[in-house]
């Protein structure tokens, strides 16, 4: 059986950097600088070592696996990715916009990044041309997932003040997303009744919102 592991050697370095240090402070000297080990993980280590804290609930520790793993290695797509997801569901939206940035430079062609990235603007209210520019993408690169991206698109063209696009584009939405999806019709059932009230049909937005209550019922 081995016995010379990496982790054996890396204490074994340690106990004599502790031996050198007590020596220096022996002789009056000053404690000389602590070299820092290499990371012995790799990025995909790193990744699914945060996938492990996030499903435990310790999403603090699982960003700081996630920041590791792209810090590893830049072109970690799915890192970059699972980086921007929890680091939107924080609200830092800033730091979830530099994630899907780089996934999405990664993946240009991936809808849902595209997607998700122009949430990160919408929560920021910033950028909003750009955010419609990406959802239209999105339904270009990843078009069996267009019924989610309708909805990212109702909300964008109601921020830009169109609000007959924006009714248009959320009436598509929830009446192509799955039946099953109760979290998501909820949501674009939410975002209907806003276009409705915005446009002053007070009973239209009434209906969307009850509907809404529903489907948030079930996913409950």
Known sequence: MKTNTPFLRRTKALLSLLFLSSLFFA?????????????????????????????QGKEDLALLQYRAAVRKDP?????????????????????AETAYKKALNLQPENGDISNNLAWTYLMQNKRTSKAEKLVKEAMTFTPEHKPYYLDTLGVVLL??????????????SVATLPEDKSGFLAEAYGHLAEAYKTAGD???????????????????
């Open 27 to 55: 002789n009056g000297c000053a404690l000389p600088k602590i070299i820092i080990l290499n990371d012995p993980l790799s990025a995909e280590e790193h990744a699914k070592l945060g996938r492990i804290y996030e499903s």
């Open 202 to 220: 007070a009973v239209l937005a009434d209906e969307a919102a009850g509907t809404a209550k529903k489907h948030a019922i079930i996913q409950q």
């Open 75 to 95: 072109r970690q797509v799915q890192a970059w990715l699972l980086l921007g997801d929890l680091a939107y569901k924080h609200a830092d939206y800033g730091e």
């Open 159 to 172: 921020r830009l003040g169109k609000v007959r696009e924006s009714i248009a584009a959320l009436k598509e």
